[in-house]
């Protein structure tokens, strides 16, 4: 016989039995820790990877529709935003209005600026106001809705 059976052997049943308990609980340990644990982590690892990616195709395609926006931006839209920044007026919305001109939305702006930027506008540019809405906001600023546009098209 060989030692392994013979030291089995020698053993009562309650110490087989307690044996044989101790090593299925060994088992389901090895098993536990030694794999459900691990691929349960990479599990959470590949999703947080996942939602990071998944975060990201959002914003490139967020940045891809706002360059094809771009493409479709006329130079008198390009040379209004241009000169806006240049001046610190900040243009929240702007759209065509019709074919020659642009509606721009401006909410909290300075007046003084605002009057000195149309100024430059009209002046450097050749780029007129020709339909303006202004109410007061109530803090100093005034939120605008104006149309811009070169006269004579």
Known sequence: ??????LWDERSPRERWMIGALAVLIGALV??????????????????????AQRVTVEAERVR??????DK??????????????????????????????????????PTKFLAWTRRLAEHKAIAVTNLTATAAGDGTIDVEAVLSRPGG
């Open 73 to 110: 931006v006329s130079p008198l839209e390009s040379e209004v935003v241009a000169s806006a920044g240049e001046a610190g007026v900040r243009v929240g919305k702007m759209e065509a209005s019709g074919d020659v001109g642009v509606t721009i939305h401006l909410e909290g702006t300075d």
């Open 1 to 6: 016989m060989t030692l392994p059976a013979a």
């Open 31 to 52: 098993y536990w820790y030694g794999l459900w644990a691990p691929l349960g982590s990479w599990r959470n690892a590949a999703a947080v990877r996942l939602e990071s």
């Open 65 to 70: 529709a706002d360059l094809a926006k771009l």
